[in-house]
């Protein structure tokens, strides 16, 4: 087993485990994978937002999602003032829901979209039409039509019949909608092979080698009814290395400059797409914004010099990398079976469908004992949930304190992004509520699911 496997909150060995250090040393240790604002207390009781988790728990159930609001708006703004001059746009398919919407707003962010769905709730929540970007490889008419009633400020085209479709669409409600180009850029992300997204072989956007972001391009500037913007490139998620973003933005910059040279026009925008990576155990280690922004803004500035291109204005699409440490799962401990010479195996009262992403993805995570404090060794533990299914885990491994046992409360962090927008009911599981919490307040943004919203879908 790696270091990193065996849980990030205390994976520095030599080191007595996280629940028997001093408050002061464990509250350090916490900086990294938490929100801002959770620290635990002399007892081990980990807080956030100035509440403990004991009375979150009672007050709200488990498992739940807690978000740390605080947290959140500060990403937010420290994403915004890094890109300064660009435009931040909130992936909202991370996690969405009208409260968040509305904390994008105050905070001064874009939003994009990439279903009617989430169309759905970012109007609905009263989001400036013209800040938010819709994207999608297969926009239905009836989405595209929505998009172009409410205005919104950015289409981002991904196929030669979408082109068709929305020139349609537009000619017959008399719009003109700004539209960017996705391209595929061919640039090989370090990441899971399903969230990389630039590489040829994939569904999204028009290629760059075979010539198609060209043509896609001479198509739309060809057609008066649709405004061409720019260009937009998204290479995956969880990415740590600034590198990719560099090649990207290197090779959108190159049909950009063809585009100039033989259709004659200047694209005034340009969009770097979202992936930027968080930490999910103490060895991953994310760039900070600041620096990933001031090595995209110097490549486009480079390039743009050498090319004599006028600059085109930046906008990037950080979903995870603001929602995902801003929030933290919470479970009670059920089951404790230790399996000598293995394992012990820690059952929680959610797992795969609150978070889907170990089993999808070989996700790693960490966990901490939440509501008290151990003076007992560690085990190697596995964290499983209630689900039917051997695959369903959600810390493959961590150390937990020897004694862990039922009713004790759990929490496992960077859970914010893709966790609570992928839950299912697998099982006929109700999806746990969103709560959050801000200066010794709490209050719940998405409602806990109940059995009887389960059961009214059901006819007959
Ligand atoms: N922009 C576009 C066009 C995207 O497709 C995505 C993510 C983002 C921005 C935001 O990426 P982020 O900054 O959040 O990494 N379910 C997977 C992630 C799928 C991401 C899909 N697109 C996961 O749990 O890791």
Known sequence: MRAHEAGALHADFGQPPMWLRPPADVNALMKELWPKTATKDAEGVLHIGGVPVTRLAEEYGTPAYFLDEE???????????????????????????????????EEDLYLDVCTGGELATALGAGMDPERIGFHGNNKSVSELNRALDAGVGRIVLDSFAEIERLTELARARGVRPKVLIRVTVGVEAHTHEFIATAHEDQKFGFSLAGGEAFRAAQRVLAEDVLELRGLHSHIGSQIFDASGFELSARRLLSLQQRVRDELGSELPEMDLGGGFGIAYTSQDDPQPAADLAARMNKIVDDECAAAGLSRPRLSVEPGRALIGPAIFTLYEVGTVKPMPGLRTYVSVDGGMSDNIRAALYDASYS??????????????????????????????????????????????????????????????????????????????????????????????
């Open 367 to 460: 966990a901490t004992l939440a509501s008290r404090a151990s003076h007992e060794p560690p085990i190697l533990a596995r964290v499983v949930g209630k689900h039917c299914e051997s695959g369903d885990v959600v810390v493959k491994d961590e150390f937990l304190p020897a004694d862990v046992r039922p009713g004790d409360l759990l929490a496992v962090p960077g859970t914010g992004a893709y966790c609570r927008s992928m839950a299912s009911n697998y099982n006929h599981v109700p999806r746990p509520p969103v709560v959050a919490v801000r200066d010794g307040q709490s209050r719940v943004i998405v409602r806990r699911e109940t059995e009887d919203d389960l059961l009214a879908l059901d006819v007959g």
């Open 71 to 105: 947290d959140f708006r500060a990403r937010c703004r420290s994403f915004r003032e890094a890109f300064a001059g660009s435009e931040v746009f909130y992936a909202g398919k991370a996690f969405l829901c009208k409260a968040v919407v509305r904390i994008l707003a």
